[in-house]
Nanobody
């Protein structure tokens, strides 16, 4: 199976930056498409950013121009560079992996096959 491990979360202040990493292992057959979602207590899991094998990127409107997603295919790793953080960015951030090739970046959870355990990001006001 594919296993995903997120890292890089923590407690920061408004305006700070964080870089999240997600490393994939197992029978990955390449990085393929990966995405980041986040979820606050009592709220729905929401799309944050995604990237496919063509390095096409998509972002949620709420993080556009503040976050950058990138990938390192040789390491099966995806990163999320987060800047100008706001309290509204607080939540558990999950890395997601789509097994099959796709020409688009999926923005809903059902577009992905595997998930990491999540890493907590807390932005104080």
């Amino acid at each position: 199976q594919v296993e995903l491990v997120e890292s890089g979360g923590g407690l920061v202040q408004t305006g700070d930056s964080l870089r999240l990493s997600c490393a994939a292992s197992g029978r990955t057959f390449g990085t393929n498409s990966m995405g980041w979602f986040r979820q606050a207590p009592g709220k729905e899991r929401e799309f944050v950013a995604g990237i496919n094998r063509s390095v096409t990127r998509r972002y949620a409107e709420s993080v556009k121009d503040r976050f950058t997603i990138s990938r390192d295919g040789t390491k099966n790793t995806v990163y999320l560079q987060m800047g100008s953080l706001k309290p509204e960015d607080t939540g558990v951030y999950y890395c997601a992996w789509r097994l099959d090739f796709a020409q688009i970046v999926f923005t809903t959870p059902d577009g992905y096959d595997y998930w990491g355990q999540g890493t907590q990001v807390t932005v104080s006001s």
